[in-house]
């Protein structure tokens, strides 16, 4: 069974999101607008997983994201983005490292970028218009996370919360 580790944002952020992916993201009807902390992974002992991610949510303080554009990483993945904001010291990639150690370490293809996906799985073309149609409006809106999900895979493709951890240093 496939896992992953993702941040939902607010119901309004979410609305907005879902307002562009519904036209240009082929896993609208997957999963909820996400922010990924852990890219889909396999694991054999879930409870030692889960124990590694309550032991690191307990430590880690509800903190806030920004989201202020809109980004590609277009020609390398055919994805368009909200970015997040983050500084170097940022909770998210804090976070993000802190998950991705212990029984969860897995090395990565790409760098870490905390963003929400708004198209992909489009021909490039395609991709860069709605990149060029979209970076033109403001997109700046913030959120509270103050939790992370767990998320499992289930045969038809879309994402279930398997447990939610809350943040509680």
């Known amino acids: 069974m496939k896992y992953g580790i993702a941040i939902f944002p607010e119901k309004e952020v979410q609305d907005r999101v879902n307002s562009l992916r519904m036209r240009y993201d082929t896993h609208y009807s997957f999963i909820p607008p996400h922010v990924t902390i852990r890219e889909p992974f396999e694991v054999e002992d879930v409870k ?7 032991e690191i949510t307990s430590k880690i303080p ?3 994201l ?3 554009k809109i980004k590609t990483f277009l020609p390398t993945s055919p994805v368009v983005y909200l970015s997040i904001e983050e500084s170097e010291d940022s909770s998210i990639r804090q976070l993000h490292d802190q998950i991705n150690s212990g029984p969860l370490y897995y090395e990565a293809n790409y760098k870490f970028i ?7 799985d489009l021909p490039d073309q395609e991709l860069y218009d709605i990149h060029a149609r979209l970076k033109l409006k403001d997109f700046t ?3 509270s996370v103050d ?6 895979q289930i045969e038809n493709g879309t994402w279930t919360t398997y447990q939610t951890f809350v943040l509680k240093g």
């Open 48 to 54: 030692t997983a889960v124990k590694h991610i309550e």
């Open 62 to 64: 509800p903190f806030s």
């Open 66 to 68: 920004e989201v202020n």
């Open 114 to 120: 905390p963003h929400i996906t708004i198209a992909q």
């Open 141 to 143: 809106m913030s959120f």
């Open 147 to 152: 939790r992370i999900h767990m998320l499992y």
